[in-house]
């Protein structure tokens, strides 16, 4: 919030995107301690934390669901990484109307990321083998985008950076020298 120097400590998660091998651990971990009762089903559609894949180009860049919009934003720009089109909606954690993701199948109903609040650690941060996730304590309103690191709350950055400096981050960590 700009004008405002609350500097509220939060945590967050971030992703190491060379270190994602798209198991999809994450999203099974997710829904199942979201089911309920909790661990009785897993169902990738449940999750709150969704893995954009592209086997092709070995690109995968998992999204964790922000905050709930009640309208689609009007961006339908689309973006080039490694030579493969995206659409801006792909790396969005916003749950709107213009999309299924982050609702409940059944109810429709928002899946919006708790941080797993009752546990010391988030599931999805458990289950991730490689050490891909990264719970980090941020201060609301301090630069937040390094190399080699992401914040998968994507809204927050499109918000905050634009969409052309967010893909361009996606696409510099991406590329191998
Ligand atoms: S922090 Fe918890 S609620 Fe959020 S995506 Fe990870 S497992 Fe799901
Ligand atoms: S569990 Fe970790 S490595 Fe597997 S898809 Fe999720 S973020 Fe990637």
């Known amino acids: 919030m700009k004008g405002e120097q609350q500097n509220k400590k939060v945590k967050t998660i971030k992703v190491d995107l060379d270190k994602c091998n798209a198991c999809r651990a994450c999203e099974m971990a997710c829904s199942a301690y979201h089911a309920s009762p909790k661990y009785s089903s897993i169902n990738p559609a449940r999750s709150r934390i969704r893995v954009v ?3 092709l180009n070995d690109e995968f860049v998992p999204i964790r669901s922000c905050d709930y919009s009640k309208a689609g934003c009007d961006g339908r720009r689309t973006y080039a ?4 089109e995206y659409s801006e909606c792909s790396f969005c954690g ?3 109307p213009t999309r299924d993701l982050f ?4 109810s429709g109903l928002p899946l919006k990321c708790d941080m797993c609040e009752d546990e010391k650690e988030p599931l999805c941060v458990q289950a991730c083998p ?3 996730l990264i719970v980090e304590e941020i201060e609301e309103g301090i ?3 390094k190399p080699g690191e992401m914040e998968i709350g994507m ?7 634009g969409m052309q400096k967010v893909a ?4 510099r960590m991406k590329k191998k020298s």
Do not use: F, H
């Open 130 to 132: 490689g050490g891909a």
């Open 143 to 145: 630069e937040q985008v």
């Open 53 to 55: 894949m592209d086997l």
């Open 155 to 161: 809204r927050s950055l499109i918000d905050k950076y």
């Open 103 to 106: 609702k409940e199948p059944d």
């Open 81 to 84: 990484i490694n030579g493969k």
């Open 168 to 171: 361009d981050t996606l696409a």
């Open 94 to 96: 916003t749950i709107c």
